[in-house]
Structures are given as structure tokens and as C-alpha cells.
């Protein structure tokens, strides 16, 4: 079939993963995007990069530049007529994958590079043995970098003033709440996370660009040892988002014009068919339900619907994996089963989880799938999610072109009109039915050596109203640690403590 000379097209994909004998083998942040840049272009069958309008980098937490692109593109020795960066959210690199496939298509640009990286790694062994990273200071000649998208807070005033803001405590809390939906007990659900994320680790094993290959068994997933200590309750270590890694991905995006006069073969093509943009209720405060996701929901329904493909047509799947309740909640809500494969990395727990991202890694790793598949009709589906199961960007892509150009839309107006709750202050709690409340959802944060730490619950009131309610008394934050306590009536106090 021709293809229209303005369709989107991803060409190239590169994939860095720097593990350190010692500090002299550490590369920083901006050295890793720039080899993920070079990687990709030989990807693409390149021999060296022409000019391009638009050098995009996802924000990056460990190393702090002025203009990462600008510091990028000196590195490469390349020119772009724009350089720009990111907000933060693990939803980013699918979001700038659907921005720009709709500039190339509107005629705006015709070549673009997207990339980011992390040394999280290197800059904890560095503080660890007390020592100096001599890496890229901007200098007063640096243009500042463009922000590229707006982006909205996702943490409340009040959220802030309890500081319940942290991924590690909020995913767990979302956990209490899915395993209360369900009616499993506490030792069920243990198993079924445990055996969830030992299939994840099976998958990184096999991806050469996991940061560990190393497979776990469901049992060495949720046996709690001092490697695998407790973090935020039912959560140990190996199940949360390993940060600490030293990675980098990018990815060039053209046009099919673009692609074809630089003789990029055709088999490295591979097309977004459509992707949407939305958001949940921003503030954890104000969702209705811990246990559900309906912006999830409405989004994966749209970007099928746009690329006029099922679920059920995707051979490919690859859920944000930041912890366990991210992928049940994104199953629940798109309707997949635990059961089926639902990455194609390994995850963020194993693959790696370089802060805002992951999903680079993830859209790269699924271009080489997609070249790979011997039915050029395999189809293959991201989900990308920012904040606390907050901000979602999907995308569908395939080896074959859309058949109507690139489609995107986003189902925001209607999710902007769902149920949403109030929020309590302590001192309205404290005076509402007497203080009593029942706990909606909880976890309890442990400290380095493993105890019990802070008690930290959602409480719902009689009139449907939310509370939060912190602990940091041992009796509490021990007994908390012991049986189901979702349910279960409690008392607050007007300072917004817990008390049993």
C-alpha cells in the first residue's frame, strides 16, 4: 500500500545499560543520552545524524543541567531547532511520542529525536565512598531549555502538609485497597504478588537490556531477608520500582518522507497507529476509589477505538510496572488478565525503573519485537503512567502503517465529570460522628532495618468523606502489621493521628 509521505514513523531505537565496576566507569547522564542517540541512529542504519528539528529529553532526577538537550546535542556535535524538556511522570516518553507523531503529521517538523537517561547508580556509590563527580556544570552560555509540555501538580496542600507523598507509600495503600476488592486474605494476596512479579523477573532475564537478569522465584520475591527488607507494607524491596540504575534510551521519530530520503530501510519502520493522553482525578485526596482507575479504562478504549484494533489484537503488551498495584490496576481496567504476558521488559523492578524513563525503554524494546514478528500484523500496546496511577499516555504501534494516518484524542472531559470525594480536614474528622472512621486503605512504612515505622491510612467518614491518619506509635504501626484493617473502625484524633 503507499503510505502518505507525512505518517509518522519510528526509525531507530538505541538502549543503554552502564553497570560499574568502580567509579571510574561511570558515565553521567548526559554521556549515556548521547550514546542511546548514537545507538539509535546506527539503529535506523544511519551513518551519522542529519540535522534535526527537535531534540526532546524526559526530565531527568540525577544530575541537575541547565538545558540537558543543548548539553546532549554539543556532546553528539549536532544541530536542532529546538531543544526542549519534559515534566516529570513516567508518562512522558509515550506522551512525546503522540505530540510529536501529530507535529510530523501536521507538516510542523520532519525528523525529531526523543531520549532520556539516569545515573542513579553511579551517584549513590559516589556518596557511599564519599567522592566527587567531576560531570557537566552549565555555563552562563547555556539557553535555558524549553518546557515543552504543561503539566499540572498531582500532590495536594494537604497531601503535602501530612506528607503522604511519596510513590512508596501510596502504591501500597492502592494494594490494601485492591486486595480488600478482591476478598483475598493477606496471605493469598502475598502469593499472587509474589507470583506476578517472579514472572516479571522471568521476562528481564531474557531482555538484554534488563538492568538485572536475574529470575526470582515467587517465593524469593516475598521472603522478607535483610536484601529484601520490608519498605512500605505488604511491599518488600524487590517489589518496588528499582530507581537505582544507570540507563539510558532514545528514539528517532520522522516522517515517512523524511525516512525514505535518507534510505532508512524499510523493515526498521514501525508506526504509531494512535495514542491518548488523560489523567485521574489529580489529587490522590479526591478519587473516589483506591481500588480503581476509570481514566485507564476510558483511554486504552479510545486508542483502540482510534486505531480501530481490540485488545485482544495485541500480541505485545507492556503495563507500567512501577509496582504491583500499578499492573493490577491497569489490568483491571483494560480488562487483561494477571495471567497473560504484560511486559515485554521485565518491568521496573528488574528491566529497571530510571525514574521518568522507563517507558522509553519500553516503546524501543517493542519496536525490536515488532521487526522481529513473523505476522506483519502484529500489533503491540503501551501504557504510561505519571504520578500516583495519575497521569496515563498509551500508544499502539505496529510494523504495518495506519491505514487513516495517526489518530489521537484524549477522554479527559469525561473523566473530569466522575464521582470524586471531599477531603477532611483532622479537625473536621476528629468532630465527625465522634472521631469514629473506617479505614479504606493503609500500609506501614518500615524503616532501613525492617520495623514498623509510620502508620499511614485513608479513612473513609460516615458521610462519605475522606481522612487521612498517620501513626508513628509502635503499638499502632506493630498491630497494623498483623491482620486485615481495611474495614475496620478507628478513631481519629484532631491532630489527624490514628488511634486504635
Known sequence: MSIDPRTPVLVGQGQIVNHIASLTDAHEPAQLIADAIRQATSDASLSALPEIDALHIVRLLSWKYTNPAFTVASLLGIKARAHGISPHGGNMPQLLVNKLALEIQRGELDIAIIAGGEASNSRARAHRENATLNWSESDADTPTAKNIIDDAAISSAEEIARKIVLPIQIYPIFESAIRAETKRDINQHDQMISELWSRFSNIAATNEFAWSNTALTAEQVRTITPKNRMIGLPYRKVMNSNNQVDMAAALIICSAAKAT????????????????????????????????????????????????????????????????????????????????????????????????????????????????????????????????????????????????????????????????????????????????????????????????????????????????????????????????WVGQQVTLDPTGTLLL
Request: proline share 5%.
Open 261 to 484: 530520503q535518507l534510505g532508512i530501510p524499510r523493515d526498521k519502520w514501525i508506526f504509531p497507529l494512535a495514542g491518548t493522553d488523560c489523567h485521574e482525578h489529580y489529587y490522590i485526596s479526591n478519587r473516589y476509589s483506591f481500588a480503581d482507575t476509570p481514566a485507564i479504562k476510558l483511554g486504552g478504549e479510545m486508542v483502540c477505538k482510534l486505531a480501530e484494533k481490540s485488545l485482544q489484537d495485541m500480541s505485545l503488551i507492556d503495563l507500567y510496572s512501577c509496582f504491583p498495584s500499578a499492573v493490577q490496576l491497569g489490568a483491571k481496567s483494560l480488562d487483561l488478565s494477571l495471567n497473560q504476558q504484560l511486559t515485554i521488559t521485565g518491568g521496573l523492578s528488574f528491566a529497571g525503573g530510571p525514574w521518568n524513563n522507563y517507558v522509553m525503554h519500553a516503546i524501543a524494546t517493542m519496536m525490536i519485537k515488532l521487526r522481529q514478528a513473523s505476522d506483519s500484523s502484529t500489533n503491540g500496546f503501551i501504557w504510561a503512567n505519571g504520578g500516583y496511577a495519575t497521569k496515563h499516555s498509551f500508544g499502539i504501534y505496529s510494523s504495518t502503517p495506519p491505514k487513516n494516518g495517526f489518530k489521537h484524542g484524549s477522554p479527559q472531559s469525561t473523566i473530569d465529570s466522575l464521582a470524586k470525594r471531599e477531603l477532611a480536614t483532622p479537625e473536621q474528622a476528629a468532630t465527625s460522628n465522634s472521631g469514629k472512621a473506617t479505614i479504606e486503605a493503609f500500609t506501614v512504612m518500615h524503616d532501613r532495618d525492617g520495623q514498623p515505622e509510620t502508620a499511614i491510612a485513608a479513612t473513609l467518614l460516615k458521610d462519605s468523606r475522606r481522612a487521612w491518619a498517620t501513626s508513628i506509635d509502635p503499638q499502632v504501626t506493630k498491630t497494623l502489621c498483623s491482620g486485615e
